[in-house]
């Protein structure tokens, strides 16, 4: 079936290093693809976006990357921070709906 | 604070109460969106309105759960007759106005238990 889902539950990192989160998706048809981080008790947050026509993306200390043909996204995260500590996930576009994937926790190692 | 907000921030309820849940989106923003969230989840959409009209409902969304959006302001979202596995996080996300794929902003979300 289609869905947005991630390669693993939890990652850890040590802090000033960089962070790669991995997301695999089935649906070809989505216009964009979007990375959510979570704090603890928050609601999601926008970090960055993709469109579909695109291979990548970058913003403040993070860069998206999407990969078409193996239908492969992932957010990178220069120097890790104590505060980049959350749940990230990936998430597509669908019809004016947003479908999240489950979720990668990244933990920051001191 | 300019953002998305809601109320309750917590809600404990007994099975079979019914509860009402608010969101308040960002000013000037036409849509509005609800989700829901279990544990270790990605949020799952439930419904979502351009101004006062609900324009989709998800098949999570059972007719105990009603939502509405009056004045094409504010929202509420009714769960009658609750249920153990209604609890969850409840979030609300404002966008603005739009045919295509705008970001949206999430409030910080309200969390039901039912027991």
């Known amino acids: 079936g289609e869905s947005v889902g991630l390669h693993l539950p939890t990652l850890s990192v040590q802090e000033g290093d960089n962070s790669i989160i991995n997301c695999a998706y089935s649906n070809s048809a989505s216009d964009y693809f979007i990375w959510y981080k979570q704090e603890s008790g928050k609601g999601p947050q926008f970090i960055i976006d993709i469109r579909s026509n695109m291979d990548k993306r970058q913003g403040q200390r993070v860069t998206v990357l999407l990969n078409k043909t193996v239908k492969h996204l992932s957010l990178q995260i220069a120097a890790t921070q104590p505060g980049d500590s959350a749940v990230y996930f990936c998430a597509e576009t669908r019809d004016d709906k947003i479908i999240f994937g489950k979720g990668t926790r990244l933990h920051i190692l001191p | ?115």
């Not at chain 2, 300019?2 to 917590?10: A, D, F, I, L």
């Not at chain 2, 351009?50 to 759960?65: G, I, M, V």
């Not at chain 2, 009658?80 to 609300?92: F, I, K, P, V």
């Open chain 2, 1 to 115: 604070d300019t953002g998305v907000s809601q109320n309750p921030r917590h809600k404990i309820t007994k099975r079979g109460q019914n509860v009402t849940f608010r969101c308040d989106p960002i000013s000037e923003h036409n849509r509005l969106y609800w989700y829901r969230q279990t544990l270790g989840q990605g949020p799952e959409f439930l419904t979502y309105f351009q101004n006062e009209a609900q324009l989709e409902k998800s098949r999570l969304l059972s007719d105990r759960f009603s939502a509405e959006r009056p004045k094409g302001s504010f929202s509420t979202l009714e769960i009658q007759r609750t249920e153990q596995g209604d609890s969850a996080m409840y979030l609300c996300a404002s966008s603005p106005r739009g045919t295509t794929y705008e970001t949206q902003y999430f409030g910080p979300g309200t969390r039901l238990l039912v027991l």
